[in-house]
């Protein structure tokens, strides 16, 4: 099995948060995969997938890409530790997905945004800046100005979260499923290239940050990234 | 059963996105209550309770407050039909329940909280102005004065669950499940005292609210409110 994954200037630092799900997702299935570091301008590398973003995995032949088909295949593949523990499950990660997606990624994309920017393989960074500055509708500089207030507005944004893990060491629960690995995405991404300091350690998001740190061996944990005071 | 049911003026008007959850639930599980309309004023009425908000529900004796409990509650006397379809799907649904809280009721009280005032119980204004003005920490005027703003607001935090509605029928999947009522709550609540209009007819929460009102032998469209405008 291969797998396409973004990597900053050094070919062991991968900070995509939709590959860091793929990747928690595999380890979650008991599944191995090579992974290809592969930058934003490669797009010719993947041009075989039929679209130009990573995660892109290859499977027997098969080609998945796009993070929710790759965590559904691989359900199909290995049905034994469920990413969804059914369909009514699997529509509530959808709706969590999208909230992740377009809540979270946002603060924590303007609390480290210029130390991303600077971790960058040099032939991206011309793609990243004018790529971001357009959705962003200004510059990078600009959108990264008050890291303090995004970090304030993500810890006051986690309250649905954060009011599960008071009771369960899960998102999903008393195990881990897709939705944990969609939440730590964009930590993981945020861990790979940023020193900043996004969760308190008396917040039980930092808690539970902690033990996806620690699963499947500490895959993440040893993943090239700064380390997370306590 | 015996369910303590916030009501207007009108005995008929009921109107808490609590007891709606609950109501729906009850006939999701095919089961019958006695709904007594309560105000907020009447706490002696629920003092047995223990404590001073519905919906209380009473079932062979047996007491049940907090409409997560009641869920809970009837979920282990009538394990079919389930709204919640696991363990995992009920974390999710827990997640979901705070985000509507916290995200979504806002919104919707701001558009309509003069129109839900005037419906009041007489006995119940000087409370209902008191508390909330307290909690919003300024004038109930001040907090409704730009319904536009609401509903733009109300219709962008929407997405999440607009993007799983594009796909299947219901938040929970092919079939509603407590998720559904938890989000249906505060457009019944809007519903019961405001002519206010809170989305739009090409939007897929507005059909999703269509099935919502048709369910369990159209329980919620026959309730005292007003018409929902396609």
Same mark, same amino acid.
């Given at each position: 099995?291969?797998?396409?994954?973004?990597?900053?200037?050094?070919?062991?630092?991968?900070?995509?948060?939709?590959?860091?799900?793929?990747?928690?997702?595999?380890?979650?299935?008991?599944?191995?995969?090579?992974?290809?570091?592969?930058? #934003?301008?490669?797009?010719?590398?993947?041009?075989?997938?039929?679209?130009?973003?990573?995660?892109?995995?290859?499977?027997?032949?098969?080609?998945?890409?796009?993070?929710?088909?790759?965590?559904?295949?691989?359900?199909?593949?290995?049905?034994?530790?469920?990413?969804? /523990?059914?369909?009514?499950?699997?529509?509530?990660?959808?709706?969590?997905?999208?909230?992740?997606?377009?809540?979270?990624?946002?603060?924590?994309?303007?609390?480290?945004?210029?130390?991303?920017?600077?971790?960058?393989? /040099?032939?991206?960074?011309?793609? #990243?800046?004018?790529?971001?500055?357009?959705?962003?509708?200004?510059?990078?500089?600009? #959108?990264?100005?008050?890291?303090?207030?995004?970090?304030?507005?993500?810890?006051?944004?986690?309250?649905?979260?954060?009011?599960?893990?008071?009771? /369960?060491?899960?998102?999903?629960?008393?195990?881990?499923?897709?939705?944990?690995?969609?939440? #730590?995405?964009?930590?993981?991404?945020?861990?790979?290239?940023?020193?900043?300091?996004?969760?308190?350690?008396?917040?039980?998001?930092?808690?539970?940050? /902690?033990?996806?740190?620690?699963?499947?061996?500490?895959?993440?944990?040893?993943?090239?990234?700064?380390?997370?005071?306590?």
């Amino acid at each position: 099995m291969q797998l396409w994954d973004l990597a900053a200037a050094e070919d062991d630092r991968r900070f995509s948060p939709y590959c860091w799900r793929v990747k928690m997702a595999l380890a979650h299935k008991g599944l191995q995969a090579q992974t290809i570091p592969w930058r #934003f301008t490669d797009t010719d590398k993947i041009a075989f997938s039929g679209q130009g973003l990573v995660p892109v995995l290859v499977d027997e032949g098969r080609e998945v890409h796009d993070s929710w088909a790759i965590a559904e295949y691989l359900e199909a593949k290995v049905p034994a530790r469920p990413l969804f /523990e059914g369909a009514q499950a699997k529509a509530l990660a959808f709706v969590f997905k999208t909230w992740v997606e377009t809540t979270l990624h946002l603060p924590i994309m303007r609390a480290m945004v210029m130390d991303l920017f600077n971790a960058l393989h /040099e032939k991206d960074k011309a793609y #990243f800046r004018e790529s971001r500055e357009k959705r962003f509708g200004m510059s990078l500089e600009q #959108f990264g100005a008050d890291p303090k207030k995004a970090l304030a507005d993500l810890r006051t944004l986690l309250l649905p979260v954060r009011k599960q893990l008071v009771q /369960e060491p899960f998102v999903s629960g008393k195990q881990p499923g897709f939705a944990d690995y969609i939440l #730590f995405g964009p930590f993981q991404w945020a861990r790979a290239v940023s020193p900043q300091r996004l969760l308190e350690p008396d917040d039980q998001v930092f808690a539970w940050r /902690e033990r996806m740190l620690d699963l499947h061996g500490g895959l993440a944990r040893k993943a090239k990234g700064y380390p997370v005071w306590a």
